[in-house]
């Protein structure tokens, strides 16, 4: 993986993320219902993801077939998501959060976070 930090980084992130969704996707759930709620929070939330996704793309924006990709594809879907939810009417913005605030959602992005980070953070740190 050709930028180690972002890797080292990002792999860990998902892999807690991951694991906190599977143990605790009721917590979530809620939390997720609670952040509908609140504008404030989401606009934090939004404009970190915004600027995030920015950094990433702007100093790794690599699409090739390897373990590079996955850090360009969270970069991306970073900004995509404060862009959406910046620019999403607000209807659009609570009915997507109350979609995602499911336990089979919370479940399944949990599994898929944290087979994605444990490979990450393999390849950075252990190969």
Known sequence: MDN???GGIIGPYLLIMGLSFLLYAKVWVK???????SHTAVVIGMALALILGLAIIQVHNVWEMSANVVITIFGWAAFLKGLFYFLAPGVWLKSSINTFAKPNFILGGGV???ILGA???YIIYIA
């Open 31 to 37: 939390l997720m219902k609670e952040l509908a709620q």
């Open 119 to 121: 490979w990450m953070s």
């Open 112 to 114: 898929v976070l944290t």
């Open 4 to 6: 180690v930090f972002l």
